[in-house]
């Protein structure tokens, strides 16, 4: 059983900083890709950033491209999401999600199996 456990949430001021982790509890999570979605009131879940089991390859959605970044620490079984020049609409519930087959295909939340329960990101103006 693959358990994801976000942390890092909260409130911060628009143009602040925030960093989100997501741990694993298992012991393969080198093999997985992971990627970060978020979720709005009355949204849909949208891609945010994906990485591959490696690091080597990234991907991110268009309005958080040069401002957030994903990276991971496979011996720490964590992957991070930092969120710089945070805006009021990156607020949302923010999830982590783990695909075991480590696939390339990132933005596609259908590909994921495992998902944590979410943080709450709030960005004030």
């Known amino acids: 059983q693959v358990q994801l456990v976000e942390s890092g949430g909260g409130l911060v001021q628009a143009g602040g900083s925030l960093r989100l982790s997501c741990a694993e509890s298992g012991r393969t999570f080198s093999n997985y890709a992971m990627g970060w979605f978020r979720q709005a009131p009355g949204k849909e879940r949208e891609f945010v950033a994906g990485i591959s089991w490696s690091g080597g390859s990234t991907a991110y959605e268009d309005s958080v491209k040069g401002r957030f970044t994903i990276s991971r620490d496979n011996a720490k079984n964590t992957v991070y999401l930092q969120m710089d020049s945070l805006k009021p609409e990156d607020a949302a519930v923010y999830y982590c999600?783990?695909?075991?087959?480590?696939?390339?295909?990132?933005?596609?939340?259908?590909?994921?199996?495992?998902w944590g329960q979410g943080t709450q990101v709030t960005v004030s103006s």
């Open positions: 999600a783990a695909d075991l087959y480590g696939g390339a295909h990132f933005s596609t939340a259908a590909v994921y199996h495992y």
